[in-house]
């Protein structure tokens, strides 16, 4: 396994388009997280599932947003409509919840820039 | 809820100086404390971590301790190499989830 892979790792959008990301976790990881980072700042937890049930959503996750994990495997995060302000790099992380480990892998990310 | 604060600002020293970088966390409960390294052009990696007051996380020559009196998770190294050169970020996962809270992180520039 080579940990976390995101796809793409760029993408270039006109505004008012949707646009979608694949995470792919590690394999035996059952909990996979949505991050979203701006420039200079931390990232921001958006949503997470555990297996195929999405858990918890952030605020931050407003209508335009939706995250799916149809097989608890990879997950698929939707942007539809896109603004500016969606310009961020995307973060996906993976765990597992056995043993009551609780480090998180993070993916490189996908960078969106809505022009 | 569940929040935490970085000291502001970039953070330039010279080789084999000794860095500090300031944590401290509100949450409420017993979280997990973490440190993060993001170095240029990778993902984030876990550097350290620590779960229970008073534990201390090491890796690669840093050093943290969960500091429940004053909340605070400070991360130090004794002699910094210019391959240390990274953003930090200090989190925090609450009791019983993974779900992480970042704070802003620390550019930390080590010049030769």
């Known amino acids: 396994d080579t940990g976390v892979s995101q796809n793409p790792r760029h993408k270039i959008t006109k505004r008012g388009q949707n646009v979608t990301f694949r995470c792919d976790p590690i394999?035996?990881?059952?909990?996979l997280y949505w991050y979203r980072q701006t420039l200079g700042q931390g990232p921001e937890f958006l949503t997470y599932?555990?297996?195929?049930?999405?858990?918890?959503k952030s605020r931050l996750l407003s209508d335009r947003f939706s995250a799916e994990r149809p097989k608890g495997s990879f997950s698929t995060l939707e942007i539809q409509r896109t603004e500016q302000g969606d310009s961020a790099m995307y973060l996906c992380?993976?765990?597992?919840?056995?043993?009551?480990?609780?480090?998180?892998?993070f993916g490189q990310g996908t960078r969106l820039t809505v022009v | 809820g569940n929040s935490v604060t970085q000291m502001e600002g970039p953070v330039t020293l010279s080789e084999e100086a000794f860095l500090t970088i300031n944590c401290t966390y509100t949450?409420?409960?017993?979280?997990?404390l973490f440190w993060y390294v993001q170095y240029p052009g990778e993902g984030l990696q876990l550097l350290l971590k620590?779960?229970?007051?008073?534990d201390k996380g090491s890796n690669k020559g840093f050093e943290a301790t969960y500091r429940k009196e004053t909340t605070s998770f400070h991360l130090e190294k004794g002699s910094v190499q210019v391959s240390d050169s990274a953003v930090y970020f200090c989190?925090?996962?609450?009791?019983?989830?993974?779900?992480?809270?970042f704070g802003k992180g620390n550019q930390v520039v080590v010049i030769p």
């Open positions: 992380a993976s765990s597992s919840i056995q043993g009551g480990n609780t480090e998180a892998f």
């Open positions: 599932f555990q297996n195929e049930a999405q858990l918890e």
């Open positions: 620590a779960t229970k007051a008073d």
């Open positions: 949450a409420t409960g017993y979280p997990s």
């Open positions: 394999s035996e990881h059952n909990r």
């Open positions: 989190a925090l996962s609450p009791y019983g989830n993974n779900r992480l809270a």
